[in-house]
C-alpha cells in the first residue's frame, strides 16, 4: 500500500497537497523543457540554420548545445522543486503554529 505520509512525521498529505505537488511537477517538467529547448536553439539550431553550417562545426555546435540544454534543464527542474518544497515547508509550519523562518540567514525576523 502506498503511504502518502509526510517523513517529518506530520501525517498524511491532503488530497490539495497532492494535486499542488502534480501541478507543481508538471510545471517544472513543462519550464524545464521550455529552457532547454531555448538554449539549444540559441547555441545550435539557430546558427547551424540560419548560416548554413555542415561538418564538423555543426557537430560541436550541436554538442555543445545538447549538453548546456541538458544542464539547462536540470538546474530548471531542480529549482523549480526546491523552491516549491520550501514554500510547502512554510505552509506547514505556519499551520502547525510554528514561528515563521526568517527571510535571510543570520536574520531574526523576516522585518530585520
Do not use: C, H, K
Request: charge should be positive.
Amino acid at each position: 500500500m502506498n503511504d502518502m505520509g509526510d517523513t517529518a512525521g506530520q501525517g498524511r498529505r491532503s488530497q490539495a497537497e497532492r494535486d499542488a505537488i502534480t501541478v507543481e511537477i508538471g510545471y517544472a517538467l513543462a519550464s524545464a523543457t521550455a529552457a532547454a529547448v531555448l538554449v539549444f536553439m540559441a547555441v545550435a539550431g539557430g546558427p547551424v540554420l540560419v548560416f548554413g553550417l555542415s561538418g564538423g562545426l555543426a557537430e560541436t555546435l550541436t554538442g555543445v548545445g545538447v549538453t548546456l540544454a541538458a544542464v539547462v534543464f536540470l538546474v530548471r527542474l531542480v529549482t523549480v522543486l526546491w523552491r516549491f518544497a520550501d514554500r510547502l515547508r512554510g505552509r506547514r509550519a505556519a499551520a502547525a503554529g510554528a514561528p515563521p523562518q526568517p527571510s535571510q540567514p543570520g536574520r531574526t525576523s523576516p522585518d530585520s
